[in-house]
């Protein structure tokens, strides 16, 4: 098979199936004597299991797999996979976790729970600044102390930084959280969050069938190399 052949298949240019022979990506192809590669069916199998893997585990993740796999390192990709799926689980269950606390939303005093910019940032595992860039977003809304200009953060703060935390998981842009937020916070109830959630749920399951695909291609490749 010529670098053509193999790219017709998936609508590709030679120049990508040659970059992902150069990355790992594809075993190395044999050459004619006048320096062409030549590919065979075992590269067509590689290819065909790269692009199943990224529809469900991401570019990186796959060229990572295929990588290990090419060099022999099997069990180092069969972990790589594993997580990805630990991954996907830790997703579904953000995802519950959000449903979770949107079904119990209810009014919160505001002196009730303070906290700070610190402890907050700890508390859901990211920085501080990222917290700044939220609250100049208008995502989360901290008081200031009078005294020493601290960021205060009441009960309501931390629950709405804990829904944009949790919905920035779920791949959502600021831009598309903002409106959310200030929904929830004016209808106090979970309503205008039911499409994004039934969207996140449809794109997690989404996901995980790409990986049964991605899976089974995987196999036939494996398979094709032992014999």
Same mark, same amino acid.
């Given at each position: ?47 065909r299991a790269f692009?199943? #893997? ?40 953000t995802l519950q ?26 508390? #859901? ?13 208008? #995502? ?12 205060? =953060? ?29 929904q929830v916070r ?25 990986? #049964? ?7 036939? =490749? ?6």
């Amino acid at each position: 098979m010529r670098p053509v052949d193999l790219a017709r298949e998936h609508g590709l240019s030679t120049q990508a199936v040659r970059n992902y022979e150069s990355a790992g990506i594809l075993p190395a192809a044999e050459r004619t004597a006048h320096g062409y590669r030549t590919y065979t069916p075992l590269h067509a199998h590689a290819l065909r299991a790269f692009l199943a #893997l990224a529809a469900g585990h991401g570019h990186r993740t796959a060229a990572s797999i295929m990588q290990a796999v090419n060099r022999g390192a099997v069990e180092d990709a069969l972990r790589l996979i594993d997580d990805s799926h630990a991954q996907l689980l830790e997703d579904r269950r953000t995802l519950q976790a959000v449903e979770a606390a949107l079904r119990d939303l209810a009014p919160v005093p505001q002196e009730r729970g303070d906290t700070f910019i610190g402890p907050l940032a700890r508390k #859901l595992g990211i920085r501080p600044a990222t917290l700044r860039k939220w609250e100049n977003a208008g #995502l989360v809304r901290p008081r200031r102390d009078p005294q020493t200009g601290y960021r205060v =953060y009441s009960a309501a703060d931390v629950r709405d930084a804990r829904l944009v935390h949790q919905l920035r998981r779920g791949g959502y842009l600021l831009e598309q959280i903002a409106p959310l937020i200030d929904q929830v916070r004016s209808a106090g109830g979970v309503a205008p969050l039911e499409s994004a959630l039934r969207d996140w749920r449809e794109r997690l399951s989404a996901r995980g069938r790409a990986m #049964l695909r991605g899976a089974a291609a995987l196999d036939a =490749y494996l398979s094709a190399r032992d014999r």
